[in-house]
């Protein structure tokens, strides 16, 4: 399944910079590249082989980056129904064991950015797209069923 194309314009904010930053980055680990490929022997050097491995990472986020930004749809406006959970929304929920949680519905690309965000592919969060406070939801997950009750959606 093909990760969601959907991102809050603090999150595209937040992978522009990432890009700029890694390119940033590059510059640095070129300039670093080229001062161990002049030591002489490539082979038995530490620093060239770290920065060669360091290089490729780099690249490949970059070449992520510059085919994923691209193809995001910004979503920055509050939907017209805020009674009910939809993307950007700030849901807190009762799981079964009495605790009290809560979590941001946004896209894939943005769930590293605080740790309250899942991804709207989840499981949890299609269970509560579209769902009101005091709906309960139930997902299967590995170690069996959760269930959920949702006592409050912000946006």
């Given at each position: 399944?093909?990760?969601s194309p959907y991102i809050t314009a603090q999150g595209m904010f937040l992978l522009n910079q990432e890009l700029s930053e890694r390119w940033q980055r590059r510059r640095q680990v070129v300039q670093a590249l080229a001062a161990a490929a002049a030591e002489g022997d490539r082979s038995?050097?530490?620093e060239y082989i770290?920065?060669?491995k360091e290089l490729r990472e780099i690249d490949r986020r970059i070449r992520y980056l510059q085919k994923r930004i691209p193809d995001l749809r910004v979503i920055d406006r509050i939907p017209d129904d805020q009674h009910?959970?939809?993307f950007a929304a700030y849901v807190t929920l009762l799981k079964d064991d009495?605790?009290?949680v809560r979590?941001?519905?946004v896209g894939p690309d943005e769930i590293d950015h605080a740790p309250e965000n899942i991804s709207i592919d989840s499981p949890l969060a299609r269970a509560l797209l579209?769902?009101?406070v005091d709906d309960e939801v139930t997902i299967r997950v590995q170690d069996g069923d959760h269930c959920y009750l949702i006592l409050a959606i912000d946006y």
């Amino acid at each position: 399944m093909a990760a969601s194309p959907y991102i809050t314009a603090q999150g595209m904010f937040l992978l522009n910079q990432e890009l700029s930053e890694r390119w940033q980055r590059r510059r640095q680990v070129v300039q670093a590249l080229a001062a161990a490929a002049a030591e002489g022997d490539r082979s038995e050097n530490a620093e060239y082989i770290y920065r060669k491995k360091e290089l490729r990472e780099i690249d490949r986020r970059i070449r992520y980056l510059q085919k994923r930004i691209p193809d995001l749809r910004v979503i920055d406006r509050i939907p017209d129904d805020q009674h009910a959970v939809f993307f950007a929304a700030y849901v807190t929920l009762l799981k079964d064991d009495e605790q009290e949680v809560r979590y941001r519905l946004v896209g894939p690309d943005e769930i590293d950015h605080a740790p309250e965000n899942i991804s709207i592919d989840s499981p949890l969060a299609r269970a509560l797209l579209k769902k009101q406070v005091d709906d309960e939801v139930t997902i299967r997950v590995q170690d069996g069923d959760h269930c959920y009750l949702i006592l409050a959606i912000d946006y």
